[in-house]
């Protein structure tokens, strides 16, 4: 059982690298399960592991494909003789061509037994002797009947020997294949092989052909598994190294086709702020006396009321307006700015948005009620024409929303403060700031360059509770992560 | 583990025969999570979206093993006193008010502070003992003599605190009580437990690494078929093919709440009573209020309503 239970290890790490979270506790139940429903039926161990091993549905959809890719050895028993042997520097094969003529002996087996035979002999071929030739083919028989997975687990294991699933990159593919058959046998094979060869006669003609043909489907399947073990490991990880860079990299330079990844990213990261903010205690020491609670709890001390309970408060969730320069220089920290809160929904349920490049426009609506990509569309076809106004968009603000901002809000304003000399009408900001909870400025640009040329920073600046430099999605996680942290 | 009726737990098509004599049609999965469960000892956490018989598998297997099925109904601010157990201040009183006449007789020739509460001291705690304790159905469960289901229902809807209790439950099958020790199952008897969320939040990692976790999805239609069959046995073939093939439609549009299998059980019945052979526009749109649950949905199937009968219609 231990092998089986060394390829569960690389299975779970196999499923690591495709996002199902698997602790060692549930590693060692899905031994214990392994152990109990055997793995004979493969519909049963999918579905069993499944239970142990993936706890939503996302996880039990990435376990799926992990599953079928991890054991998908399933065609070994398919028919071995249509392979040429390529760099087969022994005797060509006219001998065991002619298979009608060949004795006899292994007819009663049939044509798969055949195949099979040579696929076991291929594997144990250390032990092979020639003369067992009935033996052989009842290996045949039995790998018929158990084979996929005993075949699969030798293969594994040979991996595991020669360590496949450090493969980084697709040019190791030949190397690893060679090192697995070396690994699982394959210079007793050529021996083998070589031994019948010279000894001549025709039934031992015939098996040396068959363990040939054999051993070349062998090396396809092997290269087969190699490349599986490529897509699983390195494909993953290269993923993984992918994402990382992502989050690091300026969004401005982002280019288009990693929107995608950008987005699932985007996706990821909010879902972790959900799920720590989402768990955050409610307070209980304020409120209204709960009286029947009170009464209840406090009979243990024979009715005296000195354990006081309340009705539970509701957390208030910040009230979050967030202000997006849609001009074309800031439109992509805008685009994922908005990603982000509207992934937060769970947690930020009250979020407006406004778009702006020079009139300011709400775009609240159109962001909950159409998909992200859409909706960035259409604000940046209504909004993003123009030169940028600051101080146009603070005397709409102030005329239209400046009502309803209270002590809750938290404004952000994301932009780069480029005011092409008009007039910044910093007073309105310090309106704004007067009235909210806290206004936070977001800028793209480094720090050094916030008051050079038409940046109005240094005037902004003062207006605000707080302002970062926000210009990749590690800055984006941390400014959100600090929104939910100090508002709820 | 050796309950009662285990050998209708000794593999998974056993379990499925049994589960569908009790009218419960199940799939591969859910017969295996059973077995699962049974065998590695371990709670089953069930997700799926309502009405798609998760708090029925729990009662049905408590059925299947005859055993007694304890139920806790989660909800916002369950604590332990209503989950696992409570001291009966009542009787605690009213016992220190009766002894209250008989401590002369106790404190008998004991001389000094120090000498009564020596003597008291020797009495022990009783006042804290199993006799003034009020189990709840954890606890009812860890005591059951002869093992027992354990249903806790909805576990979403409880707080994150209660789930931080379950976890030694739910790992170790004991639970502790400060005055009187740790309670644990008795060997070999350890409950079944079934644990079942709506997913109208997600519930924590720590609670899901000790569960088995088992999805229980919309059944495919010939699944379907099947469970309408078993619960509604004399639904003509026909009718019951139009039914499911509709339903499943539903299902496939955008609707604020989808039918669920309960529904299609419900809708079934009603059809029957109304002694209908087949399905027509007309009764569609009658008896629509008893698979769709908000006014929106219903508007919304009107309109289409025309098409997606004729085509379940068609389906037979």
């Not at chain 1, 040979?158 to 058959?181: C, D």
């Not at chain 1, 403060?417 to 700031?433: C, F, H, M, T």
Request: charged residues 30%.
């Amino acid at each position: 059982m231990t092998e089986l239970h060394d390829t569960l290890v690389e299975f779970v790490q196999v499923l690591r690298t495709a996002d199902v979270k698997v602790s060692p506790a549930e590693t060692l139940d899905a031994m214990e399960a392994l152990d109990i429903i055997g793995i004979e039926n493969r519909v049963l161990l999918k579905n069993s592991l499944s239970m142990v091993l993936s706890k939503n549905p996302e996880e039990k959809e990435a376990f799926n494909t992990s599953f079928d890719r991890f054991f998908s050895f399933n065609k070994f028993s398919s028919e071995n003789n249509a392979t040429e042997p390529d760099e087969d520097t022994h005797q060509d094969d006219g001998e065991f061509d002619p298979e009608s003529d060949a004795p006899n002996q292994q007819s009663g087996q049939g044509g798969q037994g055949g195949g099979q035979g040579g696929g076991g002999g291929a594997e144990a071929s250390g032990e092979l002797d020639f003369e067992q030739l009935e033996a052989q083919s009842e290996l045949g028989k039995l790998l018929l009947s158990g084979d996929r997975m005993e075949v699969m687990i030798k293969m594994a294991e040979a991996g595991r020997q020669v360590e496949v699933n450090q493969i980084v990159v697709f040019t190791q593919k030949g190397l690893y294949t060679r090192k697995i058959m070396e690994a699982m046998g394959l210079k007793g094979l050529q021996d083998e092989v070589g031994e019948l060869q010279e000894e001549g006669g025709r039934p031992q003609m015939h098996l040396a052909g068959q363990l040939k043909g054999a051993r070349d489907h062998l090396r396809e399947q092997v290269r087969d598994y190699v490349e599986k073990q490529f897509f699983l490991h390195a494909d993953e990880s290269g993923k993984q190294l992918r994402e990382e860079l992502l989050k690091k990299v300026k969004l401005s330079n982002l280019e288009k086709r990693n929107f995608k990844d950008v987005q699932e990213i985007v996706f990821k990261m909010a879902k972790k702020l959900v799920s720590i903010h989402s768990k955050r205690r409610k307070t209980f020491k304020r409120g209204q006396l709960d009286i029947r609670k009170t009464l209840r709890s406090n009979m243990q001390y024979d009715g005296m009321l000195f354990d006081l309970k309340w009705k539970s408060q509701k957390v208030d969730r910040p009230k979050v307006m967030c202000i997006c320069d849609v001009s074309g220089s800031v439109s992509n920290y805008s685009r994922f700015l908005l990603m982000f809160l509207y992934s937060l929904a769970e947690i930020l349920p009250k979020v407006r948005s406004f778009a702006f490049s020079s009139d300011l426009g709400e775009v609240t609506r159109l962001f909950q009620q159409s998909k992200l990509e859409d909706a960035m569309a259409k604000t940046m076809r209504d909004y993003g024409n123009g030169s940028t106004d600051y101080g146009q968009m603070l005397a709409d603000f102030r005329s239209h929303i400046l009502k309803d901002v209270d002590s809750k809000t938290t404004v952000i304003i994301l932009g780069d403060a480029r005011n092409n000399y008009g007039d910044p009408k910093s007073e309105i900001l310090r309106e704004v700031y007067d009235k909210a909870q806290r206004v936070i400025w977001l800028n793209p640009e480094p720090k050094s360059s916030w008051t050079v040329g038409d940046a109005e920073m240094k005037k902004y600046a003062p207006c605000c509770h707080q302002t970062e430099v926000c210009n990749s999605l590690v800055h984006l996680e941390r400014v959100v992560g600090n929104l939910l942290r100090v508002a709820v | 583990m050796a309950i009662k009726n285990d050998d209708k737990l000794k593999d998974i098509e056993a379990i499925r025969g049994h589960f569908e004599s009790l009218g419960y049609i199940c799939s591969v999965e859910i017969a295996t999570a059973v077995f699962l469960a049974y065998h590695l000892e371990k709670p089953v956490l069930i997700e799926g979206p309502p009405g798609v018989g998760k708090t029925e598998l729990a009662k049905t297997t408590a059925e299947m093993v005859d055993l007694p099925c304890i139920r806790l109904q989660c909800y916002e601010g369950l604590d332990e006193s209503k989950a696992i157990y409570e001291w009966k201040y009542g009787k605690q009183l009213l016992y220190t008010q009766v002894l209250k006449e008989t401590l002369g007789e106790i404190l008998d020739g004991a001389t000094g502070l120090a000498e009564s509460v020596d003597k008291l001291h020797s009495f022990g705690d009783i006042f804290f003992s199993e006799e003034f304790l009020e189990p709840r159905p954890l606890l009812k469960a860890l005591k059951a003599e002869e093992s027992c289901v354990l249903l806790i229902d909805e576990v979403d809807k409880s707080d994150h605190e209660f789930e931080s209790l379950l976890l030694e439950m739910l790992s170790d099958y004991q639970l502790s009580i400060p005055e009187i020790g740790t309670v644990k199952a008795i060997p070999g008897k350890k409950p079944l437990v079934f644990l079942t969320s709506n997913n109208t939040r997600e519930i924590s990692d720590a609670l899901k690494r000790r569960c088995l976790h088992l999805y229980i999805p919309f059944p495919n239609a010939e699944l379907e078929r099947q469970i309408v069959r078993a619960r509604v046995p004399d639904i003509p073939p026909k009718l019951n093919q139009q039914l499911v093939a509709f339903i499943q439609e539903l299902r496939e549009m955008d609707l604020k709440k989808v039918p669920a299998i309960s529904e299609t059980i419900d809708w079934a019945r009603t059809l029957i009573l109304l002694h209908s052979e087949s399905l027509d526009p007309e009764l569609v749109r009658q008896t629509l209020n008893v698979i769709l649950k908000f006014q929106e949905d219903v508007e919304t199937v009107q309109s289409e309503l025309q098409g997606v009968t004729n085509r379940a219609i068609k389906a037979t």
